[in-house]
């Protein structure tokens, strides 16, 4: 586009010296109009910096720009919609005969200026557009993403808009929106509670709706814990409370899923419309309690449902299809039992799963931690007594004998591998400490016989390098006290690993191993670092004192980085 054009649609100006917008658009209806690199032409551009007076010239001259798209399919309205130009917006708008055609219009992604206008969220352009709505099936259809504009503003909150669009749609249209969520769904997803009411109340049908995962509304108001929302659909329908969310094989209850978010509030809601919501099971056999459990939120749920005693014995001791009580479940995970299992003597202590495994079988079968001690300790507390898995019940102290003496023989496989640990450590660092020495000693003796030599003579430079001034020169100089540094520093840390001594407690010997073995890999890690700086210094030495061989210096820099290449290479493929 000619400069001057442009700059006549940003400014709004017909006339500017020689230059006539007249002229050229005269031209430009037989010839072609000028467009900017995007496509837009001299109306787009007009409507982008919002020139109404000068949109109103340019549609004299040459109506025909009103419906011109650009590359990406967008009109001068779109643009102006998605900027917030409303005064554009009115002046295109005003062509009598293209205003229905105009507002259908859609970009390459299936946008309408609506849509524009709502995601952008220009609630001026919204009501001027609505105006114009006669039929909401055709005149604001969805886009590829099958996103309405009244899905647009349940999603994003954007109240204002939701009210004028919902005041023209007197009766239901198109409500399904991406993955077949309806914009109540996504309303509730986005927590936006008031938009998600309006649209409720506009149609209460839309908490019925599932999406392709199976879920309604009212599941993910439950999960989000909105139990306002929650309150009013089931005051309006109780029976939702009963639909299940997922798919066939694959399926949950609104009861489950607060009990898997620990949402007491939510809980007490759904209970209050329903009070026999809490019997259901999912499609794995499960109920409330194994899926709290699942998710560690199983106080949460037992605190609310200890009014009903009833109500926690028909939890804790049902089996879920895989012969798992939540007993089982609990020991799965290593967690305390609560107090209120271990007094219920209901719980089913030597219930068999599928697999002929008791908690405290699967509590035994994991590895051994406080935790888990703990844990064993609880399943043993049990009144009652416990079955193994070879169908022998021994008494109480036996069980918790066994347990203590399996505990010490853990310690001490643990104590042994250790002291290996530790022997290994030592031997490694006997072996790096030399090392270490042998980098700090040649670093040491690189500092006083300095490459190119010093001066001799009686000049006020005698004893400085003769190369100081050359940059290769103090690189080498930095490095060589780097690698210094690092190996002196690895060396003071063997040093001090060696000298340390460790004392008889047990739990003093396992805090002394994590020491040591965190000593040893700051040592590995300095010494590493002082080997690379050992590099760089003979590489820079070398390089400064063979400059004037250009080639030579370049090759002896090309194979000292090769070594970098072979250390790398040797940390990540040996």
């Known amino acids: 586009m000619d400069p001057r054009m442009y700059f006549a649609a940003m400014k709004g100006s017909m006339e500017d010296g020689d230059f006539s917008v007249v002229d050229?658009?005269?031209?430009?209806?037989?010839?072609?109009?000028?467009?900017?690199?995007?496509?837009?032409?001299?109306?787009?551009?007009?409507?982008?910096?919002?020139q109404r007076a000068f949109v109103g010239e340019?549609?004299?001259?040459?109506?025909?720009?009103?419906?011109?798209?650009?590359k990406k399919n967008e009109t001068a309205l779109h643009i102006a919609a998605n900027v917030g130009q409303s005064e554009v917006v009115s002046e295109l708008l005003s062509i009598q005969g293209q205003e229905t055609v105009l507002v259908r219009m859609k970009d390459d992604i299936g946008d309408t200026a609506m849509h524009k206008a709502v995601r952008s969220g220009h609630i001026d352009i919204v009501r001027i557009l609505v105006k114009l709505l006669l039929d909401p099936e055709h005149d604001f259809p969805a886009n590829k993403a099958e996103e309405t504009p009244l899905y647009l503003a349940a999603e994003s909150g954007f109240h204002d808009a939701l009210i004028e669009i919902l005041n023209v749609c007197k009766e239901p249209t198109h409500v399904a929106g991406p993955s077949n969520?309806?914009?109540?769904?996504?309303?509730?997803?986005?927590?936006?509670?008031?938009?998600?009411?309006?649209?409720?109340?506009?149609?209460?049908?839309?908490?019925?709706?599932?999406?392709?995962?199976?879920w309604n509304s009212l599941h993910y108001a439950v999960k989000q814990g909105l139990t306002e929302i929650v309150s009013?659909?089931?005051?309006?329908?109780?029976?939702?409370?009963?639909?299940?969310?997922?798919?066939?094989?694959?399926?949950?209850?609104?009861?489950?899923?607060?009990?898997?978010?620990?949402?007491?509030?939510?809980?007490?809601?759904?209970?209050?419309?329903?009070?026999?919501?809490?019997?259901?099971?999912?499609?794995?056999?499960?109920?409330?309690?194994?899926?709290?459990?699942?998710?560690?939120?199983?106080?949460?749920?037992?605190?609310?449902?200890?009014l009903e005693s009833i109500i926690c014995d028909s939890l804790v001791d049902e089996a879920d299809n895989e012969g798992?009580?939540?007993?089982?479940?609990?020991?799965?995970?290593?967690?305390?039992?609560?107090?209120?299992?271990?007094?219920?003597?209901?719980?089913?202590?030597?219930?068999?799963n599928k697999q002929n495994q008791t908690p405290l079988d699967i509590a035994l079968s994991s590895t051994w931690t406080i935790k888990k001690e703990k844990l064993v300790g609880d399943l043993c507390s049990i009144n009652g007594r416990l079955g193994q898995r070879d169908f022998k019940v021994k008494r109480k102290t036996e069980t918790i004998g066994n347990i203590r003496q399996m505990r010490k023989e853990d310690d001490q496989d643990k104590a042994k591998r250790d002291k290996i640990e530790i022997e290994k450590i030592m031997k490694?660092?006997?072996?790096q400490v030399v090392v270490a020495t042998l980098l700090m000693t040649v670093t040491f003796a690189a500092g006083f016989t300095l490459p190119g030599g010093l001066y001799n003579d009686d000049s006020p430079n005698k004893g400085m390098a003769i190369l100081l001034r050359k940059t290769a020169f103090r690189a080498f100089?930095?490095?060589?006290?780097?690698?210094?540094?690092?190996?002196?520093?690895?060396?003071?840390?063997?040093?001090?690993?060696?000298?340390?001594?460790?004392?008889?407690?047990?739990?003093?010997?396992?805090?002394?191993?994590?020491?040591?073995?965190?000593?040893?890999?700051?040592?590995?890690?300095?010494?590493?670092?002082?080997?690379?700086?050992?590099?760089?210094?003979?590489?820079?030495?070398?390089?400064?004192?063979?400059?004037?061989?250009?080639?030579l210096a370049i090759s002896v820099c090309v194979i000292g980085c090769v070594s970098f290449l072979m250390y790398f290479w040797i940390i990540i493929w040996v």
Request: glycine residues 6%; aromatic residues 10%.
């Open 181 to 214: 969520r309806t914009p109540l769904h996504a309303a509730v997803i986005q927590e936006h509670t008031e938009c998600a009411r309006l649209l409720w109340q506009w149609n209460k049908p839309l908490c019925e709706e599932s999406d392709i995962w199976g």
């Open 477 to 551: 100089v930095i490095s060589d006290v780097l690698a210094f540094a690092f190996s002196a520093g690895a060396i003071f840390i063997y040093f001090f690993m060696a000298d340390c001594d460790v004392d008889e407690d047990e739990e003093c010997k396992r805090d002394w191993f994590k020491v040591l073995r965190s000593y040893y890999y700051i040592a590995g890690i300095l010494q590493l670092l002082a080997m690379g700086a050992v590099v760089i210094a003979f590489v820079t030495g070398m390089y400064a004192t063979l400059a004037n061989s250009l080639a």
């Open 324 to 352: 798992n009580t939540p007993l089982h479940l609990l020991a799965a995970s290593g967690n305390r039992v609560p107090q209120m299992i271990l007094d219920h003597p209901s719980a089913k202590k030597m219930a068999f």
């Open 58 to 70: 340019v549609l004299k001259i040459s109506p025909a720009l009103l419906c011109y798209k650009n």
């Open 232 to 306: 009013d659909m089931l005051g309006w329908k109780k029976s939702l409370a009963y639909l299940p969310a997922g798919s066939e094989n694959d399926w949950t209850t609104a009861f489950h899923i607060a009990a898997s978010e620990g949402d007491a509030l939510m809980i007490y809601e759904l209970l209050n419309h329903c009070l026999d919501c809490w019997d259901m099971v999912d499609s794995n056999g499960q109920n409330a309690l194994h899926v709290a459990i699942l998710k560690g939120h199983n106080e949460t749920l037992l605190n609310v449902l200890s």
């Open 428 to 431: 490694a660092a006997q072996i």
């Open 24 to 50: 050229h658009l005269t031209k430009e209806e037989e010839n072609g109009y000028q467009v900017t690199p995007k496509g837009n032409t001299i109306l787009h551009v007009a409507a982008l910096f919002g």
